[in-house]
């Protein structure tokens, strides 16, 4: 059936009194069929300038090379790569928001899936062109393909873990775009059918005629259901394919088995920060908080705490093995991140990344919207310095004295980072402009079972547990969306 | 003759949409098509349509992926220019893994993906074939081919008892084309 009733002691997904399908639509439009509002051109002038910054900056790149960088012999890679590992990580947690959550049948995910999965698609697209950018002749990409050609053919060492990255990241950006352009069509097509005019025939176009028949919907369900199984192991299998550009090198810091897991970790906590940091300001700027609501984003943060974690015991970990290994180089790397020249890089990571999220074990930060914010963008802060310490800090200094350097960046190398999350942030910008921030027909989906007033509904029929309705009401108090008068008297 | 070409029993409630299916059903009136603003389990079995086989093609494709970029990569690096690594293997299985992962997932995906747009003839361009423009939005709609099923009156009684909260009697087919 459509619905039934859910546990009185699930905190309610949806919040605020009378919302009908009709006001879900109504809410999850306003940016799209109305003009943005001021904090809307503010948010895009900042952003295109930075997007700006980019375009001047890899062009530059493009015109002079990567000798703009700067890299040395020592350090080849710095952060270009640091960046592209950090986008990718971003990007990790709208798979794992669509994917993962969807096959756990976490229907939290419900409201939040979409936006997720179009950052994930602008964050890859980010980490692409640092992959494009850092080949110095980009054009020189064609080469990373298994094409013909007039040296034998001269195929591709499928042996080497950069190639499996080319398919890896390539692979994850198509079925993203995939998976994220099926969800939409039902949404695109409830735009079009509210739209007149020129609008409209966009709109249909980009709709491919969804109709929303019985059969349009078996199947639809089907294929998400298909997509987010393939796209589980895939989401794994992209990050794990990315550590292993370092850990099959004989490069100290790097040449770990423990890197496949500590990086989908790491990059599953970095990308629900960003998601935190994106949706903490969407929700409060377009409106959304009674479908965002306070359990989202604890949720959101307890997989923080939890990831945050998990990548805190890779680092003792990592440290235990270069120690127990008994290899000097492995152990020097590991003691030259703290009493090394790049020190302060690492205090940033492991205080970032470890420390800072310990903080959320208390319920009291977890459910605090500006503690929530600024934490989720220490946690980007912390990635960021993590993926530098591991590339810079362990370049820097590995075997040979003689050829240790250190590593400074050039105005193109801040360019570029800058701008990237410029670039990024034009594309959500626009993305929230043009398309249904919240997967309407999902949200909908929920309305019967999980809102709030379902379950206020619930508490006035009464034949329910006053216990389970105490427990109930406790945990509504965190709610910033909850109107509280009306549950004084219940 | 009425000119009625399709009978549109539009509803607020999903429970009352599967509610005026029953009657409908009771009653032996065939049912044409439900439209929905979202998924509602269970209709497809009420309506006796299979489940989808998407799930097979899904896995053909795969198979096809797999296949086609692990036979490749075998082509490339084991007959056509074998590299000697140290005296390895040149058919280094586990090399091939990640490789054929992925091709078996990207062809997986847009081969489903696929399948689906053309079986339910969705692509940029195609005109909606919608009968009530709200369908998208919030209202549940039964529709029912008029011709034959008659008289209209009944079915417009069977579906006002079951709740809806209008009854189109159409003289087109869809509303969406200009």
């Known amino acids: 059936m459509a619905s039934h009733s859910e546990s009185i002691i699930r905190e309610p997904l949806i919040t605020g009194k009378n919302i009908t399908y009709g006001q879900i639509t109504d809410d999850v439009l306003r940016p799209v069929e109305n003009m943005p509002g001021k904090a809307w051109w503010i948010g895009f002038s900042v952003a295109s300038l930075g997007a700006l910054l980019w375009v001047v900056s890899i062009s530059y790149t493009f015109w002079f090379g990567i000798g703009a960088w700067g890299l040395n012999k020592t350090v080849g890679w710095a952060w270009d790569i640091t960046g592209f590992v950090w986008w990718v990580g971003i990007g ?88 994220w352009y099926t969800g939409l069509l039902p949404d695109i097509a409830t735009i079009r059918d509210r739209a007149t005019g020129l609008r409209r025939r966009i709109y249909s176009v980009l709709s491919f005629g969804w109709t929303g028949s019985v059969k349009t919907w078996q199947r639809f369900e089907t294929v998400s259901l298909i997509l987010a199984g393939v796209s589980t192991p895939l989401v794994l299998s992209v990050h794990t394919i990315v550590s292993m550009d370092f850990a099959t090198s004989l490069e100290p810091g790097w040449h770990t088995t423990i890197f496949p897991p ?64 008994g290899g000097e180089y492995e152990q ?31 319920k009291k930060v977890r459910t605090n919207i500006p503690i929530s914010w600024v934490l989720s963008i220490i946690v980007n802060i912390g990635m960021w310095f993590e993926r530098f310490v591991i590339i810079v800090t362990s370049l820097h200094r590995d075997y040979i004295p003689s050829s240790w350097a250190m590593f400074y960046p050039t ?74 008068s009306d549950y004084e008297k219940v | 003759m009425s000119s009625t070409k399709y009978i549109l029993g539009v509803f607020d409630d999903p429970d009352e949409l599967m509610h005026g299916i029953d009657k409908l059903q009771k009653n032996s009136v065939p049912i044409y098509d439900v439209y929905t603003p979202m998924p509602i389990h269970g209709i497809d079995a009420k309506l006796g349509i299979k489940d989808s086989r998407l799930g097979y093609a899904a896995f053909m494709f795969g198979c096809v992926g797999g296949s086609l970029i692990f036979g490749l990569v075998y082509y490339f690096l084991v007959h056509d220019w074998p590299m000697d690594i140290g005296g390895k293997n040149y058919f280094a299985i586990p090399d091939f893994i990640p490789v054929t992962f992925e091709w078996t997932v990207l062809f997986a995906s847009y081969g489903m993906a696929f399948t689906f747009f053309f079986s339910t003839h969705l692509f940029p361009g195609r005109a909606p074939r919608v009968m009530d423009l709200r369908a998208t939005n919030d209202k549940f709609v039964i529709a029912i081919d008029a011709k034959g099923n008659i008289p209209h009156e009944d079915i417009t009684n069977i579906l006002k008892e079951a709740g809806a909260s209008e009854v189109k009697h159409n003289d087109r087919k869809y509303v969406s084309y200009e």
């Open chain 1, 332 to 362: 020097y790397t590991f003691l030259n991140r703290f009493i090394g020249p790049y020190w302060w890089a690492a205090c940033m990571m492991y205080g970032c990344n470890v420390l800072m999220t310990q903080m959320m074990w208390s």
């Open chain 1, 92 to 179: 990790h947690a709208g798979t794992l928001i669509s994917a993962v959550l969807l096959l756990f049948r976490q229907n939290w995910r419900n409201s939040i899936n979409r936006s997720a999965e179009a950052m994930t698609i602008f964050a890859v697209i980010c980490a692409a062109t640092y992959i494009g950018a850092h080949m110095g002749r980009p054009w020189m990409a064609v080469y990373s393909l298994p094409l013909p050609n007039q040296y034998g053919s001269l195929w591709v060492n499928f042996n080497s873990p950069l190639i499996w990255d080319v398919f890896a990241i390539s692979t994850y950006f198509s079925v993203s775009l995939v998976f």
């Open chain 1, 411 to 484: 105005w193109v190398d801040v360019g570029v980072f800058i701008g990237s999350i410029g670039l990024f942030f034009t594309m959500f910008l626009l993305f929230i402009r043009v398309l249904p921030s919240v997967a309407m027909a999902e949200v909908k989906l929920i309305l019967k079972s999980a809102s709030e007033q379902a379950k206020k509904k619930l508490i006035d029929d009464g034949h329910l547990d006053p216990a389970h309705v105490d427990f109930y009401k406790d945990n509504l108090i965190k709610f910033d969306s909850v109107e509280h």
């Open chain 1, 262 to 325: 500590y990086f989908v970790a790491g990059a599953i906590f970095s990308g629900f920060a960003m998601v935190q940091t994106l949706l903490l300001v969407t929700r409060k700027v377009l409106g959304l908080e009674n479908y965002i609501t306070m359990f989202h984003i604890e949720s959101m943060n307890k997989i923080i705490l939890v990831t945050g974690s998990v990548v805190g015991v890779a680092y003792i970990t990592e440290f235990f093995i270069a120690y127990y290994s």
